[in-house]
């Protein structure tokens, strides 16, 4: 099955500054990747995916690109703010199947 | 907008307990999903249905099983709740043939005494 690899396990950033998380994923047939974010005290949300037929996506403060040569995908996000602080998850098809993969999340923390 | 709605928030059990954990979708999704949320661990798969009466052991299956007898409600149960099954447990339903969205409910944090 597929396996997602997710780094940091915590970030800590101040305000304005951009924040990076990585991921690797093992199954080179994977074509979807998404993140979800998940707020304390509510389940995760997906924030934005990336499908294998492009290389980079972009909504507003966030991005998401994909290296499909190194089996990595990352999330940018920019000018962050402080409610940008939460735990996030990037997750990968298992092969042909309904169910995903997630990483272990990354707490970020955006200080003021 | 989609809508996941868990049962309950929190819960407290006692150990031997049954418990049934209850989680209903409102978009008429075929796929739902239960998981287990550990700090360190992200979320791991226990239980996934495709369809009505359908269901496939996820990665920790072991003391969990659940039952779908109708498209928008998706349970899981605990035959005899252990501390080790102390956590938090989200549902999640999507629609796709396929990797697609998955959609969560807020979670019930269980703690088993």
């Known amino acids: 099955g597929e396996n997602v690899e997710q780094h940091p396990s915590t970030l800590s950033v101040q305000e304005g500054d951009s924040a990076v998380i990585k991921c690797t994923y093992s199954?080179?047939?994977?074509?979807?990747f998404p993140w979800y974010k998940q707020e304390l005290g509510k389940g995760p949300q997906l924030i934005i995916d990336i499908r294998s037929n492009v290389g980079e996506k972009k909504d507003q403060r966030i991005a998401v690109t994909l290296n499909k040569t190194a089996k990595h995908f990352s999330l940018h996000i920019t000018e962050t703010q402080p409610e940008d602080s939460a735990v996030y998850f990037c997750?990968?098809?298992?092969?042909?199947?309904?169910?995903?993969?997630f990483g272990a999340g990354t707490t970020v923390t955006v200080r003021a | 907008d989609v809508k996941v709605t868990q049962s309950s928030r929190y819960l407290v059990k006692r150990t031997g307990e049954k418990v049934f954990l209850e989680c209903v979708q409102d978009m008429d999704h075929e796929n739902m999903f239960w998981y287990r949320q550990d700090p360190g661990l992200g979320l791991r798969l226990i239980y996934f249905?495709?369809?009505?009466?359908?269901?496939e052991k996820g990665d920790i299956p072991e003391g969990y099983s659940v039952s779908r007898e109708k498209k928008e409600r998706f349970s899981l149960i605990l035959e005899s709740a252990s501390t080790n099954q102390t956590s938090m447990y989200l549902c999640?339903?999507?629609?796709?043939?396929?990797?697609?969205?998955?959609?969560f409910g807020a979670g019930t944090r269980l703690s088993v005494l």
């Open positions: 997750a990968a098809p298992r092969s042909n199947d309904y169910k995903l993969s």
């Open positions: 199954d080179s047939a994977s074509n979807y």
């Open positions: 249905s495709y369809d009505v009466k359908m269901k």
């Open positions: 999640a339903s999507s629609l796709g043939q396929g990797a697609d969205i998955q959609y």
